[in-house]
């Protein structure tokens, strides 16, 4: 090779591993700025166990808003996560009864306005799912009560939709409710009520109406809803996620 094409390259070696080093130093150095950003109980956290239990949005297929809330399902999550010793993973993840990945996760969020309807192959699914230890919380944010527990009765025809006592463990599972759901936002100026489908002694689904803790849990300038209020509505949403997982 020429002495001065030699020269050349090497030049050209040594310049692009200068830039490697200063691109790997700047990814470095920017990598630090972003960890000195996160509290260290949540470095501690996600230390201590990576796998950390992931929460799901349902998208139902047929009737009403599936999406209704965005703010909701973070800030509940980002809740727990602070304020128990459950790895909760703050992201809301969203998923539709037939997708592969159903079985991953072991509490769904659902909520909506007015109708909300299975189709068949989504009823057996969601019957499976359920059967198998899943857990089904939904929220009414206004007019679903008619139409979900008709769907409720389709998944399960031999099992009673009940409502729940107030001593039952969900109300008590983190902290206590001894008057039940709390009242979060008033629709028809009636007492709140929570329903549930009970396999072998455990409420698989708790169906939520004149409640709607959902408003509760988005942000603050959403509803305007009172800072007690607000309380209320996270600790009933802790209590949820607890008896969803643990008992």
Same mark, same amino acid.
């Given at each position: 090779m020429n002495k001065f094409k030699f020269i050349a390259l090497s030049t050209t070696i040594a310049i692009i591993v200068m830039l490697l080093a200063g691109n790997l130093l700047a990814q470095r150095n920017q990598l630090n700025n972003l960890m000195r950003q996160i509290p260290?109980?949540?470095?501690?956290?996600?230390?201590?166990?990576?796998?950390m239990v992931k929460?799901?949005?349902?998208?139902?297929?047929?009737?009403?808003d599936w999406y209704w809330g965005r703010s909701a399902i973070p800030n509940m999550l980002k809740y727990a996560y602070e304020n128990s010793d459950m790895l909760i993973d703050t992201i809301e993840?969203?998923?539709k009864i037939n997708d592969p990945e159903l079985f991953k996760y072991p509490f769904l969020f659902a909520t909506g306005?007015?109708?909300?309807?299975?189709?068949?192959? /989504?009823?057996? &699914?969601?019957? #499976?799912? +359920?059967?198998?230890?899943?857990?089904?919380?939904?929220?009414?944010s206004y007019g679903m009560e008619k139409t979900f527990l008709k769907e409720m009765a389709k998944i399960f025809p031999e099992?009673?939709?009940?409502?729940?006592?107030?001593d039952h463990p969900l109300y008590h599972s983190f902290y206590d409710f001894p008057n039940g759901?709390?009242?979060?936002h008033e629709h028809d100026n009636k007492a709140p009520r929570g329903y549930a489908v009970i396999i072998n002694g455990?409420?698989?689904?708790?169906?939520?109406?004149?409640?709607?803790?959902?408003d509760g849990w988005e942000d603050a300038v959403v509803h305007?809803?009172?800072?007690?209020?607000?309380? /209320?509505?996270? &600790?009933?949403? #802790?209590? +949820?996620?607890?008896y969803a997982l643990l008992y």
């Open positions: 260290q109980t949540t470095i501690a956290k996600a230390k201590t166990n990576p796998s929460i799901a949005r349902l998208h139902y297929s047929g009737g009403g993840h969203e998923i306005h007015g109708l909300i309807s299975f189709e068949s192959d /989504e009823i057996e &699914r969601l019957r #499976l799912y +359920l059967s198998s230890g899943g857990f089904l919380f939904v929220n009414d099992r009673e939709i009940v409502e729940l006592p107030f759901p709390p009242k979060i455990k409420a698989v689904v708790y169906f939520l109406v004149e409640s709607d803790i959902g305007n809803d009172p800072e007690d209020k607000r309380t /209320e509505s996270f &600790r009933m949403g #802790l209590n +949820l996620l607890t």
